[in-house]
């Protein structure tokens, strides 16, 4: 038997105020399309998505309808899509339908979700196909379990989960991450707490970090697998393999072949303008490091650039403009979408004294720690709460910041 294993889809992702919304919009279907072809070319025997289908819980309909139209040759082929919810596609408001539901009842994908009892345990339903609801589904004597995102407990839920499995070949389909692997900050198990899925569960199919490893018990043995987001979600995961697990089960021994996907090229890079006289001067140096930095590759798609500005410079920081920036990066890299962080710091020279003015994101730390340093009650505690203010302050303006991830912030659960 063969299945794809992939996660982390984040269908509906873009950058709502760049010029490039509409073709990275594409970038997410175009790699889920990718996959189905795959899927249908090697004739495997179903698709397992890890969780984060969906960008964000509300999507819009066109999101919708472009999901249905790239599964739709998996559905003729009468491949399954077996799926989870993850973080980003949970939707809180239990009373109303979530899209993934509606795809299910559509016949789209198969979503699993557990029911629970009245003491707290797991209940694994058998799916029923045509309410698109259950939590167990089994394909020719695999049986596979379907949990979602439980959030940052999860550890504490191994044992329940466990229990109420009485099955062999057992897969199970678990949006969360493992410490000291997985890359993200919130959502994660201990791996100690991880590994005694590994006597109920053979494959363990990981979703939720978008980097890919694999989780070894302390024997040794690979039991859980997480394939990452086949395309670059956010910046900082250029760093990481970009793909899918196309996976073989034979007489019970699963085998992973990690297959790469075609991300589109995303760069991140810190341009160093440390003593530049004027803006002229930091222009050309900004341009001449920006082309050295720049990958060669064949790939024609326009790139992502992240740039970090830095070093003391002789005239004001806001001199050199986004828009200027942006006309030079148009004729050197035509990049889709860029985002760039200025974090130059302007020196003075006052009777042959050197000062070093303060750059904005310094500036903005310490009234920070000045206003939080006048509570009697936050006394003492200024730096971390600066820092973690700053942090909640940079999930919001990235524009797509669930609640759970803020209140995990708040739990101090990222440290
Ligand atoms: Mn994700």
New binding site residues.
């Given amino acids: 038997m063969r299945f794809i294993h992939t996660?982390?889809i984040?269908l509906g992702k873009t950058y709502r105020t760049s010029t490039g919304e509409a073709e990275r919009y594409e970038d997410f279907f175009i790699c889920l399309a990718g996959i189905v072809t795959d899927a249908i070319e090697a004739k495997v025997g179903f698709v397992l998505i890890g969780?984060?289908l969906f960008?964000v819980g509300q999507i819009l309909p066109k999101t919708f309808a472009k999901t249905i139209e790239t599964l739709q040759p998996l559905k003729d082929a009468n491949i399954p899509c077996i799926a989870i919810e993850?973080?980003?596609d949970w939707i809180h408001r239990r009373d109303s339908i979530s899209w993934m539901e509606a795809l299910s009842q559509m016949g789209y994908i198969c979503l699993l979700r557990p029911s629970r009892t009245e003491e707290g345990g797991y209940r694994f339903d058998p799916f029923n196909t045509e309410a698109g609801m259950g939590g167990h589904i089994e394909i020719e004597g695999l049986n596979i379990y379907g949990l979602g995102y439980i959030g940052a407990q999860a550890g504490n839920h191994v044992e329940r989960i466990c229990d109420a499995v009485s099955t062999e070949n057992n897969l199970l389909l678990f949006?969360v991450g493992i410490w000291s692997y997985s890359p993200?900050e919130i959502g994660n198990m201990k791996p100690e707490d991880s590994h005694p899925l590994a006597e109920t569960f053979d494959y363990v199919a990981l979703?939720?970090?978008?980097k890919p490893y694999i989780v070894a018990t302390p024997e040794g043995r690979d039991y859980a697998y997480n394939p990452g987001?086949p395309e670059q979600?956010n910046f900082g995961e250029q760093k990481y393999d970009k793909g899918y697990y196309f996976v073989t089960l034979n007489d019970g021994e699963f085998t992973v072949d990690f297959k790469t996907t075609s991300p589109r090229p995303m760069t991140v890079t810190t341009i160093d303008l440390d003593e530049a006289e004027d803006a002229n001067e930091a222009l050309l140096r900004f341009v001449e490091q920006v082309k050295a930095k720049l990958p060669e590759t064949e790939d024609k798609r326009q790139p992502l650039l992240e740039l970090k500005l830095i070093g003391r410079v002789k005239f004001h920081p806001f001199e050199l403009g986004r828009e200027q920036l942006g006309i030079a990066l148009e004729e050197i890299a035509r990049p889709l979408h860029v985002e760039i962080k200025n974090h130059l710091s302007l020196v003075t020279h006052t009777g042959g004294e050197e000062t070093v003015k303060k750059s904005l994101a310094e500036i903005e730390y310490d009234v920070l720690k000045e206003l939080i340093g006048t509570s009697s009650e936050y006394q003492g505690r200024e730096e971390e709460l600066s820092r973690l203010s700053l942090q909640i302050r940079d999930l919001i303006l990235r524009g797509d910041v669930e609640a759970d991830e803020l209140l995990g912030l708040l739990d101090g659960e990222g440290h």
């Fill in positions: 996660s982390d984040h969780g984060d960008h993850g973080n980003h949006h993200v979703g939720h970090g978008h987001s979600v």
